[in-house]
């Protein structure tokens, strides 16, 4: 376990919320102080959250957690391109129906921006593929630091955690800034005619574990 200083709770709200299909659900929003990248991130307390870090600190089940990076064009505009903004959506019931934590990170496009992801688009319209495009910007293939993510869960008392993601990088930096997966569990697979190019790369490239025939 690598060491990571300490941060704080700083303000919890309670947020009714409702996404375009009707789903709604309440959340505790958490901010912090002393993140290590100095970013507004969020932490949504979802279902009975509370109830599930008792639970996990008296040795029983960790809590359903999904660190969900930022995704302006998936998560607010509906964008096909990716499957950011259904995986919000099944994490938030998914959550609120278990108990546990959403983790809203600011680090748009794989950590590279906004307009870098909109500029990697571009790319990508040519024939590259999402990392391939990156890569060609003179970025890493994927940017994402999940500290502050780990900072966020200590904070709030869950240093054990059920994994709500296919990717594993996410597992394996949790686990080295002290925050344990003691499962990791996918995602249903959101398959659009727009992102099937998108979704075979991260199987194919990355290792996530999405059960997609078609990038076979």
Not at 64 to 86: A, K, N, Y
Not at 115 to 122: H, I, M, P
Request: glycine share 10%; charged share 25%.
């Amino acid at each position: 376990m690598s060491e990571l200083p300490e941060a704080t709770v700083r303000t919890q709200v309670t947020v009714p919320m409702r996404f375009s299909d009707g789903y709604a659900t309440t959340a505790c929003v958490s901010t912090f102080d002393g993140l290590v990248d100095g970013k507004e991130h969020l932490a949504l307390g979802l279902g009975d959250w509370q109830r599930a870090l008792r639970r996990s600190a008296a040795g029983g089940r960790a809590p359903l957690v999904r660190p969900h990076s930022e995704c302006l064009t998936g998560d607010v505009f509906g964008s096909q391109r990716c499957d950011c903004g259904p995986q919000l959506r099944e994490a938030a019931q998914r959550i609120t129906e278990t108990g546990g934590l959403l983790l809203y990170l600011r680090q748009e496009g794989r950590g590279i921006g906004l307009y870098a992801k909109l500029d990697a688009y571009a790319l990508q319209e040519a024939g590259m593929d999402t990392y391939e495009a990156n890569v060609a910007l003179g970025r890493g293939e994927d940017e994402r630091d999940y500290r502050a993510a780990a900072q966020m869960l200590r904070a709030l008392g869950a240093d054990r955690v059920r994994l709500l993601s296919n990717n594993p990088d996410k597992a394996g930096q949790l686990d080295r800034w002290g925050v344990q997966v003691t499962e990791q569990i996918p995602t249903e697979v959101h398959l659009s005619a727009a992102n099937v190019r998108y979704l075979a790369a991260k199987k194919s490239h990355t290792a996530h574990t999405i059960d997609l025939p078609l990038a076979e």
